[in-house]
């Protein structure tokens, strides 16, 4: 996929969305001059998706904050657009409440308006409501071919909701999950079939297709010719996050990755520093095309960087982010060289279980005791106790105590014994639920750095499922499955499921995978890989947010306070 506003889900939001609604708009209220009025969630939404000059182009002049003081401009007319929450309708209604701040109101939710706030703002303002519509777009298209629900402090709350014990709430979140995943579906046009990994520890993945599944099926009962609409050449697998606890704790070594794991970027804005030492922020999205070009590339050959970018002749379009790039890759190697491939050897052989000349690892103990005997910091030592424990399927109280003590976090063992919370098994005991592996791929033909030896978990499944080669047994149907993935017509969970070749698939089918619990970008990245590996399907991954391996684990500490 290329890059920018212009390409990937981006674009399909902009002119899918906002280009069909506005379209009609200005056409019914023959303006030229408006105010749009956002909310948080909404400005971020706007912000990936387009520019002003788009703005700009639909008639907008004006972009204002839902929850600030704004000054009443009665001769123009307002676009709403933002959440159906309570927070947004008090603020809406105050705007026309006691005397209104604008001619008319146009107002725009991102999905479905409860009733009960509906009612209010018909209560209320309802002589000022020009238009009021849902347009089903409560995700935010971060790249090209990846999506999270929400924003970031709603998925905080949300991740403790889902996975700490005895929540309250946690049904209500799934539900929420369930609305803003058909939402994606909606924006995409796309009516897929639905799986789920089957006998996951928690089987959140199962309650959640249920939901999308009936959700969907309630969205498409009847579209807008009162036509109903039949499964797309499409394919939603939702994953839990327990089943590849691995990639979000190991240290990737691909650009983008290893930016956030290591360098302290808030918001997608690097700090860096100029030669006079002065200080400056340049931001990591696609808008600049040479981020796009490296964020998935090995660190080893991000290091030529220097030398490449400084040949004007061979990158002349991409001489104003050399500077930013370069300063990056320096600082990542200066990472790298000060204590991460020390820990990078280990790791990896913890991790898939062999060394890089594919000798079985018989001791992990032994991998593991060099680590914590290194000045390592606490949370490098903690990533790969985790690692160790997780090549076990789980170790014994007695020997989970004596690394907790070695690592000195006697009072913040929740970094480890919490991941059972997440249906990751970290004490095996002979009555405990039994926790099976996804079998892997062999990958060892395949030509890879020596400290990058790991491939996630979900980059197997998304093969399998383009390749067709998923077992219904373990990834049930939760609905009828559109014949493009089936070689046949459409068949039922019921059924017995035929398998085809990828030469089945017809061009333009998408591959929809949805990881309940953070996505890492190292399993971003697979998503890529699949998709330009395979012609005939496009991956999209999603979920509730993006992991870092630092903030997973304050996360994870975080479900019992």
């Given at each position: 996929?290329?890059?920018?506003?212009?390409?990937?889900?981006?674009?399909?939001?902009?002119?899918?969305?906002?280009?069909?609604?506005?379209?009609?708009?200005?056409?019914?209220?023959?303006?030229?001059?408006?105010?749009?009025?956002?909310?948080?969630?909404?400005?971020?939404?706007?912000?990936?998706?387009?520019?002003?000059?788009?703005?700009?182009?639909?008639?907008?002049?004006?972009?204002?904050?839902?929850?600030?003081?704004?000054?009443?401009?009665?001769?123009?007319?307002?676009?709403?657009?933002?959440?159906?929450?309570?927070?947004?309708?008090?603020?809406?209604?105050?705007d026309f409440k006691p005397k209104?701040?604008?001619?008319?109101?146009?107002?725009?939710?991102?999905?479905?308006?409860?009733?009960?706030?509906?009612?209010?703002?018909?209560?209320?303002?309802?002589?000022?409501?020009?238009?009021?519509?849902?347009?089903?777009?409560?995700?935010?298209?971060?790249?090209?071919?990846?999506?999270?629900?929400?924003?970031?402090?709603?998925?905080?709350?949300?991740?403790?909701?889902?996975?700490?014990?005895?929540?309250?709430?946690?049904?209500?979140?799934?539900?929420?999950?369930?609305?803003?995943?058909?939402?994606?579906?909606?924006?995409?046009?796309?009516?897929?079939?639905?799986?789920?990994?089957?006998?996951?520890?928690?089987?959140?993945?199962?309650?959640?297709?249920?939901?999308?599944?009936?959700?969907?099926?309630?969205h498409y009962e009847l579209d807008?010719?009162?036509?109903?609409?039949?499964?797309?050449?499409?394919?939603?697998?939702?994953?839990?996050?327990?089943?590849?606890?691995?990639?979000?704790?190991?240290?990737?070594?691909?650009?983008?990755?290893?930016?956030?794991?290591?360098?302290?970027?808030?918001?997608?804005?690097?700090?860096?520093?100029?030669?006079?030492?002065?200080?400056?922020?340049?931001?990591?999205?696609?808008?600049?095309?040479?981020?796009?070009?490296?964020?998935?590339?090995?660190?080893?050959?991000?290091?030529?960087?220097?030398?490449?970018?400084?040949?004007?002749?061979?990158?002349?379009?991409?001489?104003?982010?050399?500077?930013?790039?370069?300063?990056?890759?320096?600082?990542?190697?200066?990472?790298?060289?000060?204590?991460?491939?020390?820990?990078?050897?280990?790791?990896?052989?913890?991790?898939?279980?062999?060394?890089?000349?594919?000798?079985?690892?018989?001791?992990?103990?032994?991998?593991?005791?060099?680590?914590?005997?290194?000045?390592?910091?606490?949370?490098?030592?903690?990533?790969?106790?985790?690692?160790?424990?997780?090549?076990?399927?789980?170790?014994?109280?007695?020997?989970?105590?004596?690394?907790?003590?070695?690592?000195?976090?006697?009072?913040?063992?929740?970094?480890?014994?919490?991941?059972?919370?997440?249906?990751?098994?970290?004490?095996?005991?002979?009555?405990?639920?039994?926790?099976?592996?996804?079998?892997?791929?062999?990958?060892?033909?395949?030509?890879?750095?020596?400290?990058?030896?790991?491939?996630?978990?979900?980059?197997?499944?998304?093969?399998?499922?383009?390749?067709?080669?998923?077992?219904?047994?373990?990834?049930?149907?939760?609905?009828?499955?559109?014949?493009?993935?089936?070689?046949?017509?459409?068949?039922?969970?019921?059924?017995?499921?035929?398998?085809?070749?990828?030469?089945?698939?017809?061009?333009?089918?998408?591959?929809?995978?949805?990881?309940?619990?953070?996505?890492?970008?190292?399993?971003?990245?697979?998503?890529?890989?699949?998709?330009?590996?395979?012609?005939?399907?496009?991956?999209i991954i999603g979920s509730t947010?993006?992991?870092?391996?630092?903030?997973?684990?304050?996360?994870?500490?975080?479900?019992?306070?």
């Amino acid at each position: 996929m290329a890059a920018g506003a212009e390409h990937g889900l981006k674009r399909i939001v902009w002119q899918s969305k906002f280009m069909e609604y506005s379209a009609d708009f200005l056409h019914t209220s023959c303006m030229h001059s408006l105010i749009l009025i956002l909310d948080q969630f909404t400005t971020r939404l706007l912000s990936s998706c387009c520019k002003m000059s788009n703005l700009m182009s639909e008639g907008i002049t004006i972009v204002e904050d839902l929850h600030k003081n704004r000054e009443p401009v009665p001769e123009m007319k307002a676009i709403y657009f933002m959440r159906p929450t309570a927070m947004c309708v008090d603020a809406f209604i105050n705007d026309f409440k006691p005397k209104p701040k604008y001619k008319a109101a146009y107002v725009f939710f991102t999905d479905y308006c409860p009733d009960d706030l509906f009612d209010k703002m018909k209560k209320n303002c309802a002589k000022h409501i020009k238009v009021c519509k849902e347009i089903n777009i409560s995700f935010l298209p971060l790249e090209a071919q990846v999506s999270v629900d929400s924003f970031s402090l709603l998925w905080l709350k949300a991740f403790k909701s889902i996975y700490t014990p005895n929540s309250q709430d946690k049904d209500q979140t799934l539900e929420t999950i369930a609305n803003q995943i058909v939402t994606l579906c909606s924006t995409l046009d796309e009516y897929p079939g639905v799986r789920y990994k089957k006998d996951s520890a928690l089987d959140y993945g199962n309650k959640l297709a249920e939901l999308v599944d009936n959700k969907l099926a309630r969205h498409y009962e009847l579209d807008d010719h009162s036509k109903k609409k039949g499964k797309t050449q499409a394919q939603l697998l939702i994953v839990d996050r327990a089943l590849d606890p691995v990639s979000p704790i190991l240290h990737e070594l691909t650009f983008q990755a290893m930016a956030y794991d290591l360098i302290p970027i808030k918001d997608n804005n690097y700090e860096y520093k100029l030669k006079d030492g002065s200080k400056k922020e340049a931001l990591l999205n696609e808008e600049d095309e040479l981020w796009v070009k490296l964020r998935h590339m090995h660190i080893a050959e991000v290091t030529g960087l220097p030398k490449i970018l400084t040949c004007n002749l061979m990158f002349p379009i991409f001489l104003p982010q050399k500077t930013v790039h370069v300063s990056l890759a320096e600082d990542l190697m200066s990472h790298f060289q000060k204590n991460v491939e020390k820990l990078c050897k280990a790791e990896q052989d913890l991790a898939v279980g062999a060394d890089a000349e594919g000798q079985k690892v018989k001791d992990p103990m032994r991998t593991l005791l060099p680590v914590l005997l290194h000045p390592h910091d606490t949370t490098d030592k903690i990533r790969a106790v985790l690692l160790y424990i997780f090549s076990l399927n789980g170790t014994t109280a007695e020997n989970l105590n004596k690394l907790i003590q070695h690592v000195k976090i006697e009072d913040e063992s929740g970094y480890i014994l919490n991941w059972k919370h997440l249906g990751v098994p970290i004490l095996s005991t002979p009555s405990m639920f039994s926790f099976r592996k996804q079998p892997r791929k062999d990958r060892s033909d395949k030509e890879t750095y020596n400290v990058s030896r790991w491939t996630p978990v979900i980059k197997d499944i998304m093969e399998d499922a383009v390749e067709n080669k998923l077992e219904v047994k373990d990834w049930p149907y939760q609905s009828e499955c559109p014949s493009v993935w089936n070689g046949s017509r459409a068949v039922s969970a019921r059924q017995k499921h035929k398998g085809s070749s990828p030469d089945d698939l017809r061009s333009g089918s998408r591959l929809i995978l949805f990881v309940l619990g953070g996505v890492s970008y190292s399993e971003m990245r697979c998503a890529y890989e699949v998709t330009h590996a395979n012609k005939s399907c496009e991956v999209i991954i999603g979920s509730t947010h993006i992991l870092t391996p630092r903030g997973l684990l304050e996360d994870i500490y975080n479900l019992d306070k």
